[in-house]
């Protein structure tokens, strides 16, 4: 079993920054990936960022250049940074855990609210 919990989020200004953390704790190990996912009221979840257990990262094309994903190994740790934040970013962003055996594992999830 995987725990993982979300903070970070809050309400911010149009062209602002935030930066979401998420602890995991349990049965963290092997060649796992660490992720971010939104969503907005009345629309599907989505993918945000993802980042493998040897750093490698992918983006989607709305947050590429704005947002960076990293993770903390050793701490069980995984980041977003979000700068340039537009109103259409406000969603509650989720952490999600991949183990290297197919399990698959949600934080609660975190508000995010661009707006003036």
């Known amino acids: 079993q995987v725990q993982l919990r979300e903070s970070g989020g809050g309400l911010v200004q149009p062209g602002g920054s935030l930066r979401l953390s998420c602890a995991a704790s349990?049965?963290?190990?092997?060649?796992?990936?660490l992720g971010w996912y939104r969503q907005a009221p009345g629309k599907q979840r989505e993918v945000v960022a993802r980042?493998?257990?040897?750093?490698?990262?992918n983006y989607a094309d709305f947050v590429k250049g704005r947002f960076t994903i990293s993770r903390d190994n050793a701490k069980n740790m995984v980041y977003l940074q979000m700068n340039s934040l537009k109103p259409e970013d406000t969603a509650i962003y989720y952490c999600?855990?991949?183990?290297?055996?197919?399990?698959?594992?949600w934080g609660p999830g975190t508000q995010v609210t661009v707006s003036s």
């Open positions: 999600n855990y991949e183990s290297g055996t197919g399990g698959r594992y």
């Open positions: 349990g049965s963290i190990f092997g060649f796992d990936v």
């Open positions: 980042v493998t257990r040897g750093g490698g990262t």
